[in-house]
């Protein structure tokens, strides 16, 4: 890899570290482990370095010391769907043992720190839609016009999983299907989470 790419990885990486290290609240210990990483269709994602930025690890409550399989205490991230978390625990090749999740970025800080990693393979539709499924209410009820039952409705209408996504319209379609919804609240959405859309 080229001195400058290398470069590149390192300032991008000490920038996602400086926006983290505010985050992360130790919950396990100073002697647990942090990991640094994303939540991708369920599965955990560490940010790691510049050869393999990226790969999936399991997350378990259980601890190395006990001989129950560590998939009886597999945690469920399934609620974070799209977001860049710090994870504390203990490495285990394949699995962090006795794991919890010591912090999680907004979905606009995630966005920016997906961004900067670069992940790969996802458009900037799908960004956006990993963005928006993985809003929490308070970033939704800050949009303005936005009651608590259009809020309650969008999220009851979450994941959203188009077969597939390519450009700003497919998610307004989504959004205008809910009830309450129309063009130009749709529009207002987008343009809150993923204003790179209509650029």
């Known amino acids: 890899m080229h001195t400058r790419a290398v470069v590149e990885w390192t300032s991008r990486l000490a920038v996602i570290g400086a926006l983290m290290l505010a985050l992360a609240a130790p919950v396990l210990g100073e002697n647990a482990d942090q990991f640094l990483g994303y939540v991708d269709d369920g599965r955990f994602f560490r ?3 510049v050869q393999e930025p990226a ?3 399991s997350l378990t409550t259980i601890s190395m010391q006990e001989s129950i399989p560590p998939e009886a205490g597999r945690l469920d991230l399934s609620a974070l769907e799209g977001r860049v978390i710090v994870v504390q625990g203990w490495d285990g ?3 962090i043992y006795r794991a919890g999740v010591a912090d999680v970025a907004s979905a606009m800080l995630s966005q920016l720190i997906l961004d900067l990693v670069g992940v790969p393979g996802r458009t900037a539709c799908e960004a956006c839609l ?3 499924n ?3 209410r308070e970033e939704l009820e800050g949009i303005d016009p936005m009651d608590a039952g ?3 409705a969008i999220l009851a209408a979450r994941p959203f999983h188009p077969t597939s996504c390519e450009e700003a319209h497919t998610i307004e379609l989504l959004l205008e299907n809910i009830e309450g919804v129309g063009e130009g609240l749709s529009k207002r959405i987008i343009m809150h989470f993923c204003p790179e859309l209509y650029e």
Do not use: E, M, N, T
């Open 47 to 49: 940010i790691l370095s």
């Open 55 to 57: 790969w999936p690890i």
């Open 93 to 95: 090749g394949g699995w």
């Open 130 to 132: 990993a963005r928006l």
């Open 134 to 136: 993985a809003a929490a």
């Open 150 to 152: 259009l809020v309650d």
